[in-house]
């Protein structure tokens, strides 16, 4: 876990989020940090135990808005399709998903405590319970009262930073030869680059046939991988970190449901959606896009970021997971969803 940024004034925070969200902060401590994020979890005396959550703001303003517009769309999800699991964030004075702190776009939750179902073991129980709740994600009318959401495009949106990557490990640019981790994950990428170049490949090659199926578009949580599903104390379950947001295909959020469990996830998913079509190159360019992300995002921090030595270890072990980019098992598990598919009888 990483402190807060040293150029954040904590006793100005605490009065700017009593102004903007009437906030009485009894404490303020740092959580958890990401890439281009950080976090306080703040003890309240009106709300009970807060997620605060900041994000640099040298994005484009685009990206900004887009991330206000995914925040706000699970507002609308949870109040106006009676959605109790989705973790909306409270709203802003100005009746807003975020505002705006010294650089920063901030955003206020509700503490859910309790395990994440990346960190137990899945029961049937839990993925039927995941199943109805996209379900009922995936049903509601996104013109109806949401704002402006993103559409997929079935771009490759990490293929500049990767080729920037491949070329800079190539001429050795950037890279401390001391640190065992970068030294390690240079050899990696260029032992194995032909396969990251084959992924993007492929990935172009899925994206002209996905837009000749033309698939139907639905709100889509964007990153609803299993550590964003958090069963409380109660055993309720929630689903976190809407910031992606957007308009999609189905398979967007259901690829990461697409294991053995699959069978037993459709089954859940069509008593609601029985409608549902969905197709395995869909599945497969999310595979592709996943591999690639994880390659964008750990070789990012190794090379071009300044974490620690046990960060720097931590991005390594991931950078090795999908380095060389596993093809044979995406082939499989591609074969395996066809089947499943098939047999469903839900393949556009």
């Not at 009970?48 to 995914?70: D, E, I, M, Y």
């Not at 500049?160 to 640190?179: G, H």
């Not at 981790?181 to 990251?196: F, G, K, M, V």
Request: aromatic share 10%; net charge positive; with cysteine.
């Amino acid at each position: 876990m990483r402190n807060a940024p040293s150029n954040i004034d904590e006793d100005r925070l605490r009065g700017f989020l009593a102004d903007r969200y009437r906030l009485s902060i009894s404490s303020l401590n740092p959580g958890p940090a990401g890439e281009e994020s950080f976090s306080y979890i703040a003890a309240t005396v009106n709300r009970g135990p807060c997620f605060v959550r900041l994000q640099r703001r040298h994005w484009q303003p685009q990206s900004v808005t887009s991330f206000a517009n995914s925040l706000m769309a699970a507002m609308v999800l949870r109040e106006k399709a009676l959605l109790p699991q989705v973790v909306a964030p409270y709203p802003t004075r100005q009746a807003r998903a975020v505002c705006g702190f010294a650089g920063y776009t901030v955003a206020i939750f509700p503490l859910i405590q309790g395990r994440t179902l990346f960190n137990t073991r899945l029961s049937i129980r839990d993925v039927a319970e995941v199943a109805r709740l996209l379900a009922r994600v995936h049903s509601v009318n996104p013109k109806s009262g949401f704002p402006r959401l993103l559409k997929e495009q079935f771009k490759d949106p990490f293929r500049a930073n990767i080729l920037r990557v491949l070329r800079d490990t190539r001429l050795c640019r950037r890279i401390n030869k001391i640190d065992p981790s970068h030294r390690r994950a240079l050899h990696l990428l260029n032992d194995h680059r032909e396969t990251i170049l084959e992924a993007q490949r492929i990935m172009a090659r899925l994206r002209s046939q996905i837009r000749k199926v033309r698939p139907k578009l639905v709100l889509t949580h964007g990153d609803a991988n299993l550590a964003n599903f958090i069963k409380d104390k109660q055993d309720r379950l929630y689903l976190t970190d809407w910031g992606d947001a957007g308009l999609g295909p189905a398979e967007r959020d259901l690829f990461h449901f697409s294991g053995n469990q699959l069978g037993t996830f459709l089954k859940h998913y069509t008593r609601i959606r029985k409608d549902v079509e969905v197709s395995t190159p869909t599945f497969a360019f999310y595979y592709y896009r996943w591999a690639l992300q994880e390659i964008s995002d750990y070789s990012t921090r190794t090379f071009y970021l300044n974490g620690t030595v046990a960060e720097k270890r931590h991005s390594w072990e991931e950078l090795k997971r999908w380095v060389p980019v596993p093809h044979d098992s995406i082939a499989q598990d591609i074969a395996r969803i066809e089947s499943i598919l098939s047999k469903s009888r839900l393949t556009l």
